[in-house]
Protein backbone atom coordinates (compact mmCIF):
# COMPACT_ATOMS: atom_id res chain seq x y z
CA UNK A 1 0.00 0.00 0.00
CA UNK A 2 1.07 3.44 -0.70
CA UNK A 3 0.25 6.89 1.25
CA UNK A 4 0.52 9.95 0.00
CA UNK A 5 1.44 13.59 0.49
CA UNK A 6 0.87 16.47 -1.07
CA UNK A 7 -0.11 20.57 -0.23
CA UNK A 8 0.11 23.85 -1.58
CA UNK A 9 -2.02 23.05 -4.55
CA UNK A 10 -3.82 27.11 -3.84
CA UNK A 11 -6.90 25.79 -6.33
CA UNK A 12 -8.06 28.73 -7.65
CA UNK A 13 -11.08 29.44 -9.81
CA UNK A 14 -8.46 31.62 -11.74
CA UNK A 15 -5.98 28.25 -12.66
CA UNK A 16 -8.17 25.84 -14.18
CA UNK A 17 -5.38 23.85 -15.36
CA UNK A 18 -4.23 23.61 -11.70
CA UNK A 19 -8.24 22.52 -11.12
CA UNK A 20 -8.40 19.47 -13.66
CA UNK A 21 -4.92 18.27 -12.21
CA UNK A 22 -6.09 18.53 -9.22
CA UNK A 23 -8.94 15.89 -9.95
CA UNK A 24 -6.76 13.45 -12.07
CA UNK A 25 -4.50 13.20 -9.11
CA UNK A 26 -7.54 12.04 -6.81
CA UNK A 27 -9.00 9.84 -10.13
CA UNK A 28 -5.98 8.46 -11.22
CA UNK A 29 -2.32 8.53 -8.66
CA UNK A 30 -4.48 8.57 -5.28
CA UNK A 31 -7.54 5.71 -6.27
CA UNK A 32 -5.24 2.88 -4.29
CA UNK A 33 -3.38 4.83 -2.06
CA UNK A 34 -3.91 3.53 1.67
CA UNK A 35 -3.91 7.23 2.66
CA UNK A 36 -3.98 10.82 1.41
CA UNK A 37 -2.48 13.81 3.60
CA UNK A 38 -2.97 17.40 2.62
CA UNK A 39 -0.58 19.47 4.14
CA UNK A 40 -2.37 22.80 4.01
CA UNK A 41 -3.11 25.71 1.23
CA UNK A 42 -5.41 23.25 -0.23
CA UNK A 43 -7.36 26.20 -1.84
CA UNK A 44 -6.04 29.80 -2.41
CA UNK A 45 -8.68 31.04 0.30
CA UNK A 46 -11.20 29.29 2.24
CA UNK A 47 -13.55 31.54 3.06
CA UNK A 48 -15.94 29.29 5.35
CA UNK A 49 -17.25 25.61 5.20
CA UNK A 50 -20.66 26.95 3.87
CA UNK A 51 -18.62 28.37 0.79
CA UNK A 52 -21.40 28.06 -1.86
CA UNK A 53 -18.83 28.57 -4.77
CA UNK A 54 -18.74 25.88 -7.65
CA UNK A 55 -15.21 25.15 -6.96
CA UNK A 56 -15.61 24.31 -3.36
CA UNK A 57 -18.79 22.45 -3.79
CA UNK A 58 -16.75 19.86 -6.34
CA UNK A 59 -13.76 19.32 -4.74
CA UNK A 60 -15.91 18.48 -1.85
CA UNK A 61 -17.53 16.15 -4.10
CA UNK A 62 -13.96 14.70 -5.29
CA UNK A 63 -12.76 14.08 -2.17
CA UNK A 64 -15.66 12.16 -1.22
CA UNK A 65 -15.83 9.98 -4.15
CA UNK A 66 -12.12 9.09 -3.05
CA UNK A 67 -12.90 8.38 0.35
CA UNK A 68 -15.98 6.10 -0.50
CA UNK A 69 -13.16 3.91 -2.77
CA UNK A 70 -11.59 3.37 0.63
CA UNK A 71 -8.52 6.13 0.63
CA UNK A 72 -8.16 7.27 4.23
CA UNK A 73 -8.27 11.56 3.78
CA UNK A 74 -6.45 13.56 6.35
CA UNK A 75 -6.37 17.75 6.23
CA UNK A 76 -4.21 20.01 8.10
CA UNK A 77 -4.58 23.71 8.37
CA UNK A 78 -2.56 25.96 5.75
CA UNK A 79 -2.22 29.83 5.57
CA UNK A 80 -4.33 30.48 2.93
CA UNK A 81 -7.34 27.89 4.23
CA UNK A 82 -6.83 28.19 8.12
CA UNK A 83 -10.75 28.45 7.99
CA UNK A 84 -11.62 24.27 6.89
CA UNK A 85 -13.75 23.44 9.68
CA UNK A 86 -15.29 20.06 10.68
CA UNK A 87 -17.97 20.13 7.88
CA UNK A 88 -15.43 20.44 5.36
CA UNK A 89 -14.15 17.30 6.86
CA UNK A 90 -17.40 15.65 7.37
CA UNK A 91 -18.69 16.10 3.56
CA UNK A 92 -15.26 14.74 2.16
CA UNK A 93 -15.58 12.06 4.63
CA UNK A 94 -11.87 13.03 5.94
CA UNK A 95 -9.91 14.36 9.25
CA UNK A 96 -9.16 17.44 10.43
CA UNK A 97 -5.51 17.03 12.41
CA UNK A 98 -3.87 19.36 14.40
CA UNK A 99 -0.13 21.49 12.89
CA UNK A 100 1.66 19.30 14.46
CA UNK A 101 0.67 16.31 13.80
CA UNK A 102 2.63 12.79 14.62
CA UNK A 103 2.29 10.06 12.71
CA UNK A 104 3.55 6.37 12.51
CA UNK A 105 4.80 6.04 8.56
CA UNK A 106 5.73 2.45 7.98
CA UNK A 107 7.38 2.13 10.79
CA UNK A 108 9.07 5.83 11.52
CA UNK A 109 7.71 8.68 14.01
CA UNK A 110 6.91 11.24 11.12
CA UNK A 111 6.09 14.96 12.10
CA UNK A 112 3.56 16.61 9.40
CA UNK A 113 3.38 20.56 9.73
CA UNK A 114 2.25 23.16 6.85
CA UNK A 115 5.26 24.38 7.61
CA UNK A 116 4.45 28.14 8.06
CA UNK A 117 5.08 28.24 11.34
CA UNK A 118 9.05 27.09 11.16
CA UNK A 119 9.17 30.78 9.37
CA UNK A 120 10.36 32.51 12.63
CA UNK A 121 12.68 35.09 10.54
CA UNK A 122 9.82 36.37 8.65
CA UNK A 123 8.31 38.01 12.07
CA UNK A 124 5.86 40.21 10.41
CA UNK A 125 4.05 37.02 9.44
CA UNK A 126 3.99 35.42 12.52
CA UNK A 127 2.17 38.22 14.52
CA UNK A 128 0.06 37.72 11.73
CA UNK A 129 -0.34 34.23 12.19
CA UNK A 130 -1.41 34.74 15.31
CA UNK A 131 -4.49 36.82 14.37
CA UNK A 132 -5.43 33.91 11.79
CA UNK A 133 -5.40 31.56 13.78
CA UNK A 134 -7.16 32.80 16.60
CA UNK A 135 -10.76 31.03 17.14
CA UNK A 136 -12.21 34.47 18.32
CA UNK A 137 -10.86 36.30 15.38
CA UNK A 138 -11.79 33.26 13.44
CA UNK A 139 -15.95 33.03 14.70
CA UNK A 140 -15.87 36.98 14.27
CA UNK A 141 -14.60 36.43 10.53
CA UNK A 142 -17.37 33.89 9.78
CA UNK A 143 -20.47 35.92 11.22
CA UNK A 144 -20.17 37.86 8.95
CA UNK A 145 -21.87 37.38 4.90
CA UNK A 146 -20.50 35.12 2.18
CA UNK A 147 -19.56 38.22 0.09
CA UNK A 148 -18.07 40.22 3.13
CA UNK A 149 -15.53 37.34 3.33
CA UNK A 150 -14.55 36.92 0.01
CA UNK A 151 -13.81 40.37 -0.26
CA UNK A 152 -11.93 40.32 2.71
CA UNK A 153 -9.97 37.20 1.40
CA UNK A 154 -9.10 39.23 -1.77
CA UNK A 155 -7.81 41.84 0.27
CA UNK A 156 -5.21 39.46 2.19
CA UNK A 157 -4.14 37.66 -1.19
CA UNK A 158 -3.03 40.83 -2.32
CA UNK A 159 -1.50 42.10 0.85
CA UNK A 160 0.51 38.99 1.39
CA UNK A 161 1.66 39.02 -2.33
CA UNK A 162 3.10 42.94 -1.77
CA UNK A 163 4.46 42.01 1.71
CA UNK A 164 6.09 38.33 -0.29
CA UNK A 165 7.81 40.61 -3.01
CA UNK A 166 9.50 42.95 -0.54
CA UNK A 167 11.24 40.60 1.59
CA UNK A 168 14.84 38.95 0.94
CA UNK A 169 13.86 34.65 -0.05
CA UNK A 170 16.21 33.70 3.20
CA UNK A 171 13.61 34.99 5.57
CA UNK A 172 10.94 33.22 3.80
CA UNK A 173 12.27 29.94 4.48
CA UNK A 174 12.17 27.88 7.64
CA UNK A 175 14.76 28.86 10.23
CA UNK A 176 17.25 25.47 10.92
CA UNK A 177 16.83 25.53 14.73
CA UNK A 178 12.80 25.43 14.51
CA UNK A 179 12.70 22.36 12.51
CA UNK A 180 15.15 20.37 14.77
CA UNK A 181 13.39 21.86 18.17
CA UNK A 182 10.42 20.41 16.61
CA UNK A 183 11.69 17.15 15.54
CA UNK A 184 12.87 16.72 19.14
CA UNK A 185 10.29 17.78 21.15
CA UNK A 186 7.61 15.23 19.35
CA UNK A 187 10.35 12.47 19.20
CA UNK A 188 10.17 12.48 15.24
CA UNK A 189 13.29 11.64 12.86
CA UNK A 190 11.35 12.63 9.95
CA UNK A 191 9.56 16.05 9.25
CA UNK A 192 7.15 16.47 6.06
CA UNK A 193 5.44 19.81 5.54
CA UNK A 194 5.28 22.56 2.45
CA UNK A 195 4.39 26.00 2.64
CA UNK A 196 8.22 27.54 1.25
CA UNK A 197 7.45 26.36 -2.06
CA UNK A 198 11.04 24.77 -1.99
CA UNK A 199 10.66 20.96 -2.92
CA UNK A 200 13.52 19.18 -1.53
CA UNK A 201 14.89 16.05 0.33
CA UNK A 202 17.23 17.27 3.30
CA UNK A 203 19.25 15.20 5.83
CA UNK A 204 19.69 16.12 9.11
CA UNK A 205 21.24 15.17 12.77
CA UNK A 206 18.84 15.20 15.43
CA UNK A 207 20.71 13.85 18.77
CA UNK A 208 23.23 12.61 17.06
CA UNK A 209 20.35 10.53 14.98
CA UNK A 210 20.19 10.66 11.31
CA UNK A 211 16.87 12.79 10.20
CA UNK A 212 15.30 14.02 7.34
CA UNK A 213 13.14 17.08 6.29
CA UNK A 214 11.14 16.75 3.04
CA UNK A 215 9.50 19.80 1.57
CA UNK A 216 6.40 19.68 -0.56
CA UNK A 217 6.18 21.40 -3.84
CA UNK A 218 3.60 24.04 -4.66
CA UNK A 219 1.37 23.09 -7.98
CA UNK A 220 1.85 26.06 -10.51
CA UNK A 221 3.73 24.63 -13.79
CA UNK A 222 3.98 21.08 -12.22
CA UNK A 223 2.02 19.35 -9.27
CA UNK A 224 4.09 17.95 -6.80
CA UNK A 225 3.78 15.00 -4.19
CA UNK A 226 5.32 12.28 -1.94
CA UNK A 227 4.71 8.74 -2.30
CA UNK A 228 5.50 6.38 0.67
CA UNK A 229 5.36 3.08 1.13
CA UNK A 230 7.18 -0.18 3.12
CA UNK A 231 10.37 0.14 1.29
CA UNK A 232 11.13 3.75 0.41
CA UNK A 233 9.90 7.44 -0.07
CA UNK A 234 9.75 8.98 -3.42
CA UNK A 235 9.01 13.01 -4.14
CA UNK A 236 7.28 12.97 -7.38
CA UNK A 237 6.70 15.41 -10.10
CA UNK A 238 4.12 15.87 -13.01
CA UNK A 239 3.99 18.42 -15.63
CA UNK A 240 0.49 20.13 -15.15
CA UNK A 241 -0.97 20.38 -18.75
CA UNK A 242 -2.51 23.99 -19.88
Keep these: MTTLFISDLHLDEKRPDIYRAFLHFL??????AEALYVLGDLFEAWVGDDDDANLARESIAAFRRLADSGTALYFLHGNRDFLLGEQF???TGGTLLDD????????TPTLLMHGDSLCTADTEYQ?????????????????????????LAEQLRMASSEATSNKAED????????VVKALKEH??????????????????????QPAERIVL????RYLWYLAADENQLSLEKQ???Q
Excluded: F
Excluded at 143 to 150: E, F, G, M, V
Excluded at 171 to 178: A, R, S
Excluded at 187 to 208: K, S
Excluded at 217 to 220: E, F, P, R
Design 89 to 91: ATE
Design 27 to 32: ENTAKD
Design 100 to 107: PSKIDLYG
Design 127 to 151: SLRVQLRSAEWQQQLLSQPLAARRQ
Design 171 to 178: IMDVTPEE
Design 217 to 220: GDWD
Design 187 to 208: GCTRLIHGHTHRPARHALTVQR
Design 239 to 241: LIA
